[in-house]
């Protein structure tokens, strides 16, 4: 398999899209290209993107290519078998399959507002109404899984899983811009935090010599 993602610095979705390769068990290559950067326009017109337009992650899996972080959860848990993924109770498995949804497709204040920077810390941000909204209904739903089915395990239901792949650049938002968190939200992202998956991906990111001037505070 090959994995092209866009710079872990800033790229939230290839880092779910990383995570969820990892998680597989599956031996892939990865290629970082440096989104918005010099040469980009080119790049993202190359035979091995077209098929995205240009979005990354993009996984190569022989001669199929998925895209989209979610579709390549699907594929990859298709691939190794859907319990490497997904909670086995069927309970947990729906709410994980939903909050790992509502994550796709909503929370657009806080994305806007809080792009992924791996290597900033700020101490001053200022959320707007409609930023907090998405983080209260962010840490309600974190509340909920953990108090249902986090018992055997310090992750959304008990051992790492897609769900966790979804919010783990969520968890990476909430330590860049200095979110308070209540003390069960604080102690699952320091465990997202402290996955050597994701420190991985953190020093990787810190490394990288790209400097995205939309994805940074001036």
Request: with cysteine.
């Amino acid at each position: 398999m090959k994995l092209i993602i866009g710079n872990k610095k800033y790229s939230s979705w290839s880092m779910r899209g990383w995570l969820a390769c990892k998680q597989s068990g599956v031996s892939f290559k990865e290629e970082t290209v440096s989104l918005y950067g010099k040469g980009w326009k080119k790049r993202k017109n190359q035979v091995d993107l077209i098929p995205s337009a240009g979005k990354v992650p993009t996984l190569w899996d022989n001669e199929t290519v998925v895209w989209d972080s979610l579709a390549i959860i699907d594929w990859l848990a298709n691939k190794v078998g859907n319990d490497r993924f997904w909670p086995k109770d069927p309970i947990a498995n729906a709410m994980a399959r939903s909050l790992s949804a509502e994550m796709h497709s909503s929370f657009q204040a806080l994305r806007s507002e809080c792009p992924m920077n791996v290597s900033q810390c700020y101490d001053d941000f200022v959320p707007s109404e409609d930023c907090k909204e998405d983080a209260l209904r962010i840490i309600s739903l974190w509340a909920e899984a953990r108090s249902r089915f986090g018992g055997s395990g310090p992750y959304l239901f008990g051992t790492f899983s897609a769900a966790d792949i979804m919010y783990a650049p969520i968890v990476s938002r909430f330590k860049t811009y200095g979110f308070t968190l209540p003390g069960f939200a604080a102690a699952y992202s320091d465990a997202i935090l402290q996955h050597h998956w994701v420190e991985e991906w953190y020093e990787a990111g810190q490394k990288e010599k790209w400097i995205l001037e939309r994805f940074e505070r001036v």
